[in-house]
């Protein structure tokens, strides 16, 4: 089993920043993929990024290209989200996730493990 713990979320204004936190432990392995994702009220969960746990290749969902990056730090077992210039309409809960396998995968349901979640809100 995997425990993910995200933090980080909270309120900012139009344009701000903020970076996210996804903490993983248990039986975690440098072949996973850990992904992010979000959901908005009445939405379906969306993909955000995702990236490789020891080859640090990423992917990103067109809308937050150029203003969100995903990194990891190996030693801390964390996954982490830099969200910058951020819009309303970037408004949801931010999920982490973890894939027992090491290719990038963008469907939520190919995602073994979840955490539970931090809410993200971007006044106008």
Known sequence: QVQLVESGGGL???????????????????????GWFRQAPGEEREFVAAITWSGGTTDYTDSVKGRFTISRENAKNTVYLQMNSLKPEDTAVYYCAARRWMVLTTTPREYDYWGQGTQVTVSS
């Open 12 to 34: 900012v204004q139009a344009g701000g920043s903020l970076r996210l936190s996804c903490a993983a432990s248990g039986r975690t392995s440098s072949s996973y993929a850990m």
